[in-house]
């Protein structure tokens, strides 16, 4: 290897190093996003990097603020290793919106028809759902473009979907 290949190494290596440093310094002024308390103990939503991580509840306790006298309620019972019982709710949602499609693909994953299917709901019900699925602690909700399967007509698609986006970004921030 020639002198010029080896300074070229020698600063890439450096570049690298002082990024992975900043990610870290980045990292501890970053506070997680939120918390969810579990059986087993927490799940920390962080924003640098942008990670679910699971830690257990000696971990929670020294790292996560919890507020008022006593331990959770969630923690009254044994603790459980991840994957011994039901989180308490789902990680993310997708949020198909209608089942009304024109494409008539041959086996559509969602069964989709052009008239959709009965009783769909309308922004009054879906807006309820985005509160309920924030209340129960869901970090993330995908609200598709194309509705995730479903095609509803283009003017009313774009306003639900700003409409269901917006009460999202009030719920879980995302
Ligand atoms: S929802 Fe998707 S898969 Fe189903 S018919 Fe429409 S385009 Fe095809």
Redesign the pocket.
């Known amino acids: 290897m020639t002198l010029g290949a080896l300074g070229r190494l020698a600063v890439r290596s450096w570049d690298a190093a002082r990024g992975a440093v900043d990610r870290l310094r980045e990292a501890h002024r970053q506070p997680p996003r939120r918390v969810r308390l579990e059986r087993f103990g927490a799940i920390v939503q962080l924003t640098v990097p942008r990670a679910l991580v699971f830690i257990d509840r000696a971990l929670a306790r020294r790292t996560v603020a919890i507020g008022g006298a006593g331990e959770p309620a969630i923690w009254a019972g044994p603790e459980t290793a991840v994957g011994d019982a039901p989180l308490s709710a789902p990680l993310e949602a997708h949020l198909q919106l209608t089942n009304r ?1 024109d ?3 041959q086996g ?3 069964g ?1 028809t052009p008239n959709g299917a009965a009783g769909e709901w309308g922004l009054a019900e879906w807006l309820r759902a985005v509160d309920a699925l924030a209340d129960a602690g869901v970090f993330h909700m995908a609200i598709p473009r ?1 509705l995730g ?3 509803v007509a283009p003017a009313a698609s774009r306003s639900r979907r700003s409409s269901l986006a917006s009460r999202r970004r009030r719920t879980v921030g995302l």
């Open positions: 499609c494409a008539g693909c559509c994953y969602t989709a194309s399967g479903g095609e």
